[in-house]
Nanobody, 126 residues
């Protein structure tokens, strides 16, 4: 299984970025997907997750209302639309795929996810 995250870069506070993560090597549409991030000097933290069908989403409190996770199962791709960016959103962002096929709940714990993308840097600064 391979995950390739793209779309990071530099944004100003209040700006937007859209991350994408293309998956291969597994039936993408059968697995929940998640986004995590790791800021400078911080531990990796959960950002958002989406169910295998795309019908359910789950966000951390720190990004709720600003970020939107979505997926296109026809393109084997999951997205993270990030609006109203803040300097504290600066981090390396990782996409990950759940280890269990069609898990009934959306997990915020990293240990539930078995394959990870390489990460893409997001920097929010004026």
């Amino acid at each position: 299984v391979q995950l390739q995250a793209l779309g990071g870069g530099l944004a100003q506070p209040g700006g937007s970025l859209r991350l994408s993560c293309a998956a291969s090597g597994r039936t993408f549409s059968n697995y929940n997907m998640g986004w995590f991030r790791q800021g400078p000097g911080k531990e990796r933290e959960f950002v958002a997750a989406i169910s295998w069908s795309g019908g359910r989403t789950y966000y951390s409190e720190s990004v709720k209302g600003r970020f939107t996770i979505s997926r296109d199962n026809a393109k084997n791709t999951v997205y993270l639309q990030m609006n109203s960016l803040k300097p504290e959103d600066t981090a390396v962002y990782f996409c990950a795929t759940d280890a269990l096929r069609e898990r009934a709940f959306l997990a915020s714990v990293a240990a539930v996810y078995d394959y990870w993308g390489q990460g893409t840097q997001v920097t929010v600064s004026s």
